[in-house]
């Protein structure tokens, strides 16, 4: 999977926290799909770190419910359980109804005028079927409501799970769109905020959120919001834009020229590629995560991680030509430009990579092994799980269903789920 350089990070922040951000973004946004398993050597290497901080932050992430240690793999990620989505949005949707009186009490008609103005972007969204846009001014309107609060602890609860429900965004944001009463919703709670109604604002906000989580449990997720299935041209004319897009931004590395345009190109090409990598992994993990066997969607990701060697071989490209200049004209490039500024840490830290850096020829056959080595032993795992079945009390189940019992609350459910796969 794609592992682009410009990612932003607080210069601030200790190497633990931005490997856990980082490792958590690809994971939530699928970039690192369930079954994925994290080399240590591999993402240490891709993040420009030692292993002592990535252990850290895998650490961090075991606790998040994100990764898990299982036995002879190491460190996989966790695939979201029905149980996992119904939880997240119990918690979410409790935190919200907690808010509400404090949101009601605070809003201003500054707010209200902001929030309409929100509302028009969405009702053009809305008519038009444009889901991109929809999910932009959707969370924004949302955010804008959430934060009306000053319950500071709660908030920081909502904002954790929000960035879980980022993962099934897709789905919420296409059940709007079929369902326009949900927008209409929209217009109505701004009407009732107006008019600080607050009994009148926690039955819709009730409601609607109920609405929103029962469409992420049905089991029914529309992702046509990235492709018509897996026929949908355009899912070649995308690799096809990324197959132009990678020997582009060597060419444009190896050609000299300005720095600051340099970089700056190179930025608006890896922003690219990266937005290609996570709708076509997306598309694929998503539909993975309610159909492990799906032959397409395996294909699919197998397409899109063989792509990475090349992806990497372009980040240490990047790296190589940071490398070559002195720290005093990467500062001055930076200073230039407010694209280069916001992306300034992760360029200091490519350049100090350089020096780590094996030859080309060596790193792509280092890559390919660690590729064809690794993800080639998880996709066989993830296949077996999701055919191998399992005498379960009585019951043929398959190896994966009995796995996701180890998650259950009932000891005597663990016991027998332990034994049935031993017994496997």
């Known amino acids: 999977m794609y592992s682009g350089t410009f990612e ?27 079954g994925s398993r994290i080399v ?4 240490a290497e891709q993040l420009h770190i030692s292993r002592t901080p990535l252990r850290e932050a895998l650490r961090k992430l075991e606790r998040d419910g994100l990764v898990e240690y ?7 990620v966790r695939a979201f ?31 209200i005028a902001e929030l309409r103005v929100l509302l028009s972007e969405m009702d053009v969204a809305q008519q ?27 908030l920081r609860v909502i904002d954790d799970q929000e960035e879980y429900i980022q993962r099934f965004s897709a789905i919420t944001i296409a059940s709007i769109v ?38 992420n449990m049905n089991g029914t997720w529309d992702l046509s919001v990235y492709y018509n299935g897996f026929d949908d041209p355009r899912i070649e004319g995308d690799f096809a834009r990324i197959d132009a897009l990678i020997p582009q931004a060597k060419e444009l590395l190896a050609g000299g020229g300005d720095a600051v345009a340099v970089l700056t190109q ?24 309610t159909d492990a066997a799906n032959a397409p969607a395996m294909q699919l990701m197998d397409r899109v991680r063989q792509l990475s060697v090349p992806a990497s071989l372009l980040s240490s490209s990047l790296s ?19 694209k280069l500024r916001a992306i300034g840490f992760s360029l200091r830290r490519s350049r100090d990579a350089a020096q780590h850096n094996p030859a080309p020829e060596i790193e792509e056959w280092l890559l390919r092994m660690s590729l064809d080595g690794a993800d080639a032993f998880s996709t066989l795992r993830d296949q077996l799980d999701a055919t191998v079945t399992v005498d379960y009390r009585g019951e043929q189940l398959p190896l994966s269903a009995v796995r996701g019992k180890a998650e259950d609350p009932d000891p005597a459910v663990r016991r027998d789920a332990y034994l049935a796969e031993l017994a496997s």
């Not at 299982?70 to 996989?76: D, E, K, M, S």
């Not at 190589?320 to 407010?338: F, N």
């Open 8 to 34: 932003l990070a607080e210069e601030s922040k200790p190497i633990r926290d931005i490997a856990y951000d980082r490792l958590k973004r690809a994971i939530i946004t699928g970039e690192l799909p369930a």
């Open 266 to 289: 190179y930025a608006d090409l890896d922003e690219e590629l990266e937005t290609l990598f996570d709708k076509l992994g997306s598309f694929a993990s998503l539909t993975l995560a």
């Open 128 to 154: 038009e079927e444009d889901c991109d846009a929809l999910a932009s001014f959707n969370r924004a309107f949302h955010s804008k409501i959430e934060h009306l609060s000053d319950k500071r602890r709660i």
């Open 178 to 215: 079929r369902r326009s009463k949900a927008h209409q919703e929209h217009h109505q709670m701004v009407d009732l905020l107006e008019k600080r109604d607050l009994p009148g604002m926690e039955k819709l906000m009730a409601h609607h959120l109920e609405e929103i989580k029962e469409s």
């Open 70 to 76: 299982a036995l002879r793999h190491g460190v996989v």
């Open 81 to 111: 359980t029905v149980a996992d989505i119904e939880e997240i949005f119990t918690i979410r949707n409790a935190m919200m109804m907690l808010i509400m009186p404090s949101v009601v009490e605070r809003v201003t008609a500054q707010d």
């Open 320 to 338: 190589r030509y940071l490398g070559a200049m002195s720290a005093e004209a990467l500062e001055s490039a930076i200073a230039s430009s407010d």
């Open 40 to 43: 240590e050597t591999t993402y």
